[in-house]
T-cell receptor, first 114, second 115 residues
Framework: TAGITQAPTSQILAAGRSMTLRCTQDMRHNAMYWYRQDLGLGLRLIHYSNTAGTTGKGEVPDGYSVSRANTDDFPLTLASAVPSQTSVYFC?????????????FGPGTRLTVL | AQSVAQPEDQVNVAEGNPLTVKCTYSVSGNPYLFWYVQYPNRGLQFLLKYITGDNLVKGSYGFEAEFNKSQTSFHLKKPSALVSDSALYFCAVRPQNTGFQKLVFGTGTRLLVSP
């Protein structure tokens, strides 16, 4: 099985432009997450979704929005990109939110905002 | 709020020697603890987790970790390192509370195993 797929693999984006990072999982997991990974800061949670139709804010939600129209897809949108959003973005999923289950991660999207 | 500390940015070990990657945590109540590994240009892969019970947890690729409640530590260990173990390792913690609790990651430790 594919697990979690993310697109695009990488992107260079002009400041002020909008962009949607795509994430799809085929494991029928209820919970999904978006993280950003920055050198020296580890992974920080941007937004999460406990189940289809619900979303919540993580640690660093400003400048990002998400939607969860169905179980499989969890896109992340940058409405007006800024250079500080240059990062590697990872989508993840787990059987349920919180709890004892581990999270499964996608391969990441490397975004550069100029 | 929960937190994780990985005090070493990098750990160097020779192939065949034992390795330890350190992790300490802070959480209200009992923790769920996780170790993940990240290879270059890849996503994180789950290695092992502590939920409850036996303090010594065994995981993938010969790794194990020991939960020490009194020292609030969850160090990752392997008896004999391989060059292919070279990667970035993350410790993560979540409290055993009801409702959504985010998983908090450490800043990562780079493991370099030399031939």
């Amino acid at each position: 099985t594919a697990g979690i797929t993310q697109a695009p693999t990488s992107q260079i984006l002009a400041a002020g432009r909008s962009m949607t990072l795509r994430c799809t999982q085929d494991m029928r997991h209820n919970a999904m997450y978006w993280y950003r990974q920055d050198l020296g800061l580890g992974l920080r949670l941007i937004h999460y979704s406990n189940t289809a139709g619900t979303t919540g804010k993580g640690e660093v939600p400003d400048g990002y929005s998400v939607s969860r129209a169905n179980t499989d897809d969890f896109p992340l949108t940058l409405a007006s990109a800024v250079p500080s959003q240059t990062s590697v973005y990872f989508c993840a999923s787990s059987v349920e939110a919180g709890g004892r289950g581990e999270q499964f991660f996608g391969p990441g999207t490397r975004l550069t905002v100029l | 709020a929960q937190s994780v500390a990985q005090p070493e940015d990098q750990v160097n070990v020779a192939e065949g020697n034992p390795l330890t990657v350190k992790c300490t945590y802070s959480v209200s109540g009992n923790p769920y603890l996780f170790w993940y590994v990240q290879y270059p240009n890849r996503g994180l892969q789950f290695l092992l987790k502590y939920i409850t019970g036996d303090n010594l947890v065994k995981g993938s690729y010969g790794f194990e970790a020991e939960f020490n409640k009194s020292q609030t530590s969850f160090h990752l260990k392997k008896p004999s390192a391989l060059v292919s173990d070279s990667a970035l390792y993350f410790c993560a913690v979540r409290p055993q509370n009801t409702g959504f609790q985010k998983l908090v990651f450490g800043t990562g430790t780079r493991l370099l195993v030399s031939p």
